[in-house]
T-cell receptor, first 115, second 114 residues
Framework: AQSVAQPEDQVNVAEGNPLTVKCTYS??????LFWYVQYPNRGLQFLLK????DNLVKGSYGFEAEFNKSQTSFHLKKPSALVSDSALYFC?????????????WGLGTSLAVNP | DSGVTQTPKHLITATGQRVTLRCSPR?????VYWYQQSLDQGLQFLIQ???????AKGNILERFSAQQFPDLHSELNLSSLELGDSALYFC?????????????FGEGSRLTVL
């Protein structure tokens, strides 16, 4: 069965330090992978996606993510965190095997960047 | 601004009542998705419509129903409301029928059932 795990409910990082928000997945076929961000009292916003091609994907606001097929991971990274990056981050995966084409969402990771 | 409009932003009602949430998708988007977000269950997919037809169903209760109209706006109807239905309900839209690209989310409708 498809699943997405975000193993950390919360990540704390100091401003200026690199940040990583983890995501692992389980699918039958090849995955489409997505990261979204949710600022307080707002809807989700798309950050980046991996469909095929280069394993390192660059997205909005200086974020990037690396697709690692052997580790079934798609961790979100940023070299230097900003206080304004504090938000809730969601990883999502679509399994391309079979006829089930739904998007499965992780439970979210709350990122707090401390000044 | 995502271009997706949801109304109302806030709604307070009593158990047993019925409410309708409305969503206008981004211009040109044919797919509309409804999600429920609660603290204990995270983001739950409810249902998807594409160009007026139901395309996928998720964890949508029988008390809930939705439709997409010819002008592509969508409504989510919640009936016989229970305390546990209190949540943030999001609508999202996309150009494609399948998840290959970006979903554009509205700001949500916060439902409180007392």
């Amino acid at each position: 069965a498809q699943s997405v795990a975000q193993p950390e409910d919360q990540v704390n990082v100091a401003e200026g330090n690199p940040l990583t928000v983890k995501c692992t997945y389980s699918v039958s076929g090849n995955p489409y992978l997505f990261w979204y961000v949710q600022y307080p009292n707002r809807g989700l916003q798309f950050l980046l996606k991996y469909i095929t091609g280069d394993n390192l994907v660059k997205g909005s606001y200086g974020f990037e993510a690396e697709f690692n097929k052997s580790q079934t991971s798609f961790h979100l990274k940023k070299p230097s965190a900003l206080v304004s990056d504090s938000a809730l981050y969601f990883c999502a995966v679509r399994d391309n095997a079979g006829n089930n084409r739904k998007l499965i969402w992780g439970l979210g990771t709350s990122l707090a960047v401390n000044p | 601004d995502s271009g997706v409009t949801q109304t109302p932003k806030h709604l307070i009602t009593a158990t047993g009542q019925r409410v309708t949430l409305r969503c206008s998708p981004r211009s040109g988007d044919l797919s509309v998705y409804w999600y429920q977000q609660s603290l204990d269950q995270g983001l739950q997919f409810l249902i998807q419509y594409y160009n007026g037809e139901e395309r996928a169903k998720g964890n949508i209760l029988e008390r809930f129903s939705a439709q997409q109209f010819p002008d592509l706006h969508s409504e989510l109807n919640l009936s016989s409301l229970e305390l546990g239905d209190s949540a943030l309900y999001f609508c999202a839209s996309s150009v494609s029928e399948t998840y290959t690209g970006e979903l554009f989310f509205g700001e949500g409708s916060r439902l409180t059932v007392l």
